[in-house]
């Protein structure tokens, strides 16, 4: 099934032309003709089943002929607040398995220590479409540009999540899955600063808008890995 | 710190030579000279103060000024078992994250699914080394070579520990949190199969002999997410 799952961002038209990459893949690589049937899916949770009408490896022409709506496969909603890494593949990494384990959305914030000012959305995009057909969800996590910290702060104040944040020097003792066992409301966004740690300023600001600290256990953890650590926290715990 | 933190195997010995590798890295890179004191950990939870005798770049010589034994920071066991994937990389970025997090033995298994039956050993020491250095541990995790299927299941037979078995098809819906909750003791040997799954086979062989399955949550998981959701839900649930 997944070698035949196909993505397109709007199911709501009748008739699609694959991108060029798509359409190659789908005649040049798998041979599909004319009159074959794949499956097409939008991110937002819409399975289709669509008819190739023209088989051509550029700009393949598809008609839907069914659509169905799936349910997310879980009950707890996770967003991911994090730092780039100076080399990308970290992230690329991480957001490859948060997508696999469950996650909502990623915001990318630039911090006083980041290393790095600069994304590439669509390669990030990619990702997480080739993530989510690989676990078997329909649900295309968002990704959020990069923003300065405090730009983050201020949008996330009208937010009624439970914010956590985790850094390294931290005094916080109780750990991510003691608080997560007692929140409320299944709403967690969790965020986890550069390689170079957050300012001590940074801190502070995160503190007087809602955030609490937490600790990720006694190892100091790679950025990527703390998000993932959180990421899998989240899908056990909430 | 971490900077002038490096790994040799034997302490018991008054006078160290570094390998070349380090002993460029000490002398060329980080610009220590004869009289300089550094640290030293072997991995088995020593860590020692050395002093720079001769500050040759190609094979240092240090003398062993102090040594003292540093205490697990955890108390739980995680042993993993996994079939390596046919593109290393995935497995030595888990490696490197389960070895930030915590791991005390990773087997390699061969299956019957497996795309893969080489490993580089002395590369994912590498990588365990500078992981647990990163992560300012003084335990290196132990990396047992590559075995049958079922030649690991019958050496696991002695050992008194509780045994998880993850694969893709299972119809066990008992979430690894639910279990480990249960356990009793503190050591857990986890394995996760290939990338073509364990075969029937394998399954009613390792059941037959003490493993019991175990559902990773709703989404499919490549073998590398689930060796390392194993290892978070490990270190938050042991």
Request: aromatic share 6%.
């Amino acid at each position: 099934m997944s070698q035949s799952l196909f993505f397109h961002p709007d199911l709501s038209l009748k008739n699609i032309i694959l991108p060029e990459e798509e359409s190659k893949h789908l005649i040049r690589v798998l041979r599909k003709q004319k009159g074959d049937i794949i499956q097409l899916m939008d991110g937002k949770g819409n399975l289709a089943l669509a008819r190739i009408e023209e088989d051509h490896p550029k700009k393949c022409l598809l008609l839907i002929t069914e659509i169905s709506l799936k349910e997310k496969n879980r009950n707890y909603h996770f967003e991911l607040v994090i730092a780039p890494t100076k080399n990308m593949e970290r992230i690329e990494w991480m957001l490859e398995k948060c997508c696999e384990i469950g996650i909502d959305v990623i915001h990318f914030i630039n911090c006083e220590n980041s290393e790095r000012s600069k994304l590439n959305l669509e390669r990030l995009e990619k990702i997480c479409i080739s993530a989510i057909k690989q676990s078997k969800q329909f649900y295309l996590p968002e990704i959020q540009p990069l923003v300065d910290f405090k730009t983050f702060i201020e949008k996330s104040k009208s937010k009624d999540s439970t914010k956590l944040i985790a850094w390294c020097e931290t005094n916080q003792t109780e750990t991510i899955q003691s608080k997560l066992s007692k929140i409320e409301n299944q709403h967690l966004i969790f965020m986890v600063g550069p390689e170079g740690d957050f300012s001590n300023n940074e801190i502070n600001i995160a503190k007087a808008n809602g955030f609490t600290d937490v600790s990720l256990g006694n190892n100091i953890l790679r950025t990527e890995t703390a998000g993932l650590y959180a990421c899998v926290a989240a899908s056990q715990l909430l």
